[in-house]
């Protein structure tokens, strides 16, 4: 990925670093919590550039994805879709 080109490019040491992956923050431990989100020191804030976006259609599928009482869309849509999308939310 990019991140990881970017680090490699910056010369940090490949075990200097290690990513994964959490549903959501209530998945993390207090300390990933401080690590990953909250200690101003370590964190990374990115700006997020949107451009044309129909934000009601995004909206819906938002919903879809993660809504709750949308179990029967959204395995809908990834039976449709599930092999031709990577999406990273």
Do not use: C, Y
């Not at 990953?36 to 879809?64: A, M, S």
């Amino acid at each position: 990925t990019a991140i990881l080109d970017k680090l490699r490019k910056e010369g940090v040491r490949e075990n200097a670093w290690s990513i994964s992956r959490f549903k959501g923050l209530g998945e993390m431990n207090a300390e990933q919590l401080w690590d990953t989100t909250l200690n101003p020191d370590t964190r990374r804030l990115l700006p997020v550039h949107l451009g044309d976006v129909d934000f009601r259609q995004t909206e819906l599928l938002i919903t879809k994805l993660m809504g709750k009482g949308e179990a029967a869309a959204r395995r809908a849509l990834m039976e449709l879709h599930g092999d031709a999308v990577e999406v990273d939310i």
